[in-house]
């Protein structure tokens, strides 16, 4: 038997409840019907932690619940546990190594990510550009964003997207995790040994000048068709005095539809000390 480090569910224990498949956002857990265990698919498990940390544990004797339910079910009556429950506490996760490890770094949330000091998708975009002004006027920001629970996405598909993206002038924005596992920033390509790596969610992030923004939007629409997951894009910019975008006017005029999700009022900006 081939030892992996993964989220793993203990046959011994394992009694087969079924409570842990619907928590999985990705569908991994199964019960494999010829052992009567659930078991974890490691290819498409993200290393998110839900089934872990989302259920409570109790710790009854596996051999007594089993025995239990046996005979319930010769009198067609069924014993199962609470919905939320592992009654066995079979869930058990393993130390991760690399490049496993990066599963998890992008896919649970309480997971801080190293190159940002941000948990989540380790990215605090320009939520906070009123503090950072990494967007400034006459620029705009874009957040391109890869997977959902249920889809997830591959590395690979994320660089082809970085690789086009490159390929067209595009520079990443440095403190990115995504940005972080580049090999060759100018080409958008990425640590070969996390290619194969999947993971619920990531945010590529970079920013143009705002006459950019159509040619930049139909590209990422191109390659988005040719990739294996979901992508959605998200474009910020600076108002003007009376809270007007100009990308309010571009957006519906190239054809792209887009909702002003959120205004970014300017309460945390720095204010200069008056000498
Ligand atoms: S909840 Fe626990 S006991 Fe039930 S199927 Fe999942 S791992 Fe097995
Ligand atoms: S760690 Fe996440 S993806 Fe993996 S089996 Fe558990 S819930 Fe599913």
Known sequence: MISMSLMQIDEQKCVACGNCIPVCPMGAISIDPIKNRAAVNGDECVECYTCFRGMSMENLNPTLVRGIRRLLKAFRLRFDPEPDV???SAITPDELSWPRVVRRAFSDPIVTHESTGVHGRGTEEVKTND??????IGEVGYVVEFGRPTVGVRFRD?????QALAAIGIEFEP????THMMIDKAIGKLRPDILNEKILSAIVEFKTPIENVPAILRR???VAEILDTVVSVGV???CDANGDSSLDALLPEEGFSSVRGKTNLGLGRRIM???
């Open 86 to 88: 592992c009654p066995t």
């Open 131 to 136: 503090v950072t002004h990494r967007v400034g």
């Open 158 to 162: 994320i660089e082809r997207m970085t």
């Open 175 to 178: 403190k990115n995790p995504v």
């Open 220 to 222: 990422i629409e191109e």
């Open 236 to 238: 910020s910019t600076r």
């Open 273 to 275: 000390a008056s000498s």
